[in-house]
């Protein structure tokens, strides 16, 4: 069995530009969902994702959107970057209608 | 609103002492609860989960505890051993159509001197 993986490990961006990172669910899992992890902060739920589509949203501006595949995996993209944006980005997999949910190790974005 | 709290940032403990950490939710309609650990540079490993209709939960080493009059929830960790030494986080997934998230609280970092 295949657990979360995320890419890249690290990113550095400015500020104003595009991010995208990637999750590939575990294996049997269909749900996908994000989380933003500030420094020293519990994680917050960004949205999840269940057959290609949104399916729920934390308190995240538009600029956050994110994608769904055929095959589970996942997309992050943030656009217009601010400094606050910083963070280790978390993906969690999961079966939908089952609350457990799985972490991968994350993405640290830096933002300068 | 909902929100899950933990009522100390720190704990530091030794070898082979018995560890509890202690969780508040403010989320009465919440029906299952999560701990999960976190060493520094990795994500949250699943520890142990308990449902609304149970009080107590046990695992390899660790024991969740859930009382619902007062909203509180513990994780015990039998005999501490320093591979233990992480944040520990609760998490509380709503009911009620909201089911999709997990709300976190700020963790407590758990120290286990040797």
């Known amino acids: 069995e295949t657990g979360v993986t995320q890419s890249p490990t690290h990113l550095i961006k400015t500020r104003g530009q595009q991010v995208t990172l990637r999750c590939s669910s575990q294996?049997?899992?269909?749900?996908v969902s994000w989380y933003q992890q500030a420094l020293g902060q519990g994680p917050q739920f960004i949205f999840q994702?269940?057959?290609?589509?949104?399916?729920g949203r934390g308190n995240f501006p538009p600029r956050f959107s994110g994608l769904q595949f055929p095959n589970y995996s996942s997309e992050l993209n943030v656009n217009a970057l601010e400094l606050d944006d910083s963070a280790l980005y978390l993906c969690?997999?999961?079966?939908?209608?089952?609350?457990?949910?799985?972490f991968g190790p994350g993405t640290r974005l830096t933002v300068l | 609103g909902e929100s899950v709290g933990l009522h100390l940032p720190t704990l530091s403990v030794q070898e082979g002492d018995n560890s509890i950490i202690n969780c508040a939710y403010s989320?009465?309609?919440?029906?299952?609860f999560i701990w999960y650990k976190q060493e520094s540079g990795k994500g949250p490993q699943f520890i142990i989960d308990?449902?609304?209709?149970?009080d107590k939960r046990q695992g390899q080493r660790v024991t969740v505890l859930l009382n619902k009059t007062v909203k509180h929830l513990s994780l015990q960790i039998a005999a501490t051993q320093p591979g233990d030494s992480a944040v520990y986080f609760c998490?509380?997934?709503?009911?009620?159509?909201?089911?999709?998230?997990?709300?976190f609280g700020k963790g407590t970092l758990l120290t286990v001197n040797p």
């Open positions: 969690a997999s999961s079966l939908q209608g089952l609350p457990e949910q799985f």
């Open positions: 294996s049997g899992h269909n749900t």
């Open positions: 994702y269940y057959r290609e589509e949104e399916n």
């Open positions: 989320n009465s309609a919440s029906d299952y």
């Open positions: 308990i449902r609304s209709n149970m």
């Open positions: 998490a509380e997934n709503g009911s009620g159509g909201s089911n999709y998230k997990l709300t």
